[in-house]
């Protein structure tokens, strides 16, 4: 009977891959949390990602699929603006998304992330003509999440 022998290399390559293993197991300690669907534009799909960092900040992530130029809504506008309701119960505009092709699909996707200081409670995006408005011009809500939850 013989015995099997692990090789140096293979031994570094297998504790290698149990290392990324573990290094993406607490990536995902993340809240995750999908955009409820749209009427406005209900092919879109979204997630929505925010977690904690070392300086006690949030790190928010957007990542949307089958979101439609927003010149060719029923009210076209220029760009989709997010925003986020945070713990102090204040609207912020947080940023904008812009879509875009990727080069094997015909899907439009979009993607952002930015940090807070303040704990997101709910995020949501709307088209506006501005891109730097201080509040939601449109009462149309493209995308948004229900009360995000603690983990």
Known sequence: ???????????????????????LTFDSCATKTKFARSTIVPAAEGVVSVKQDKNDNYVINVNISNLADPMYLQHPRSTYV???EGDDNETKNIGQIKSSNS????????????????KPKKIFLTAENDPSVQYPDNTDVILTTNYLKDK
Do not use: D, Q
């Open 103 to 118: 080069f094997m699909s015909k899907s439009l996707k979009g993607s952002f992330e930015t940090v807070s200081s303040v």
């Open 1 to 23: 009977m013989k015995t099997l022998k692990i090789y140096p290399i293979a031994r570094n390559i297998l504790f290698l891959f149990l290392a990324i293993i573990m290094a």
């Open 82 to 84: 997010v925003w986020m």
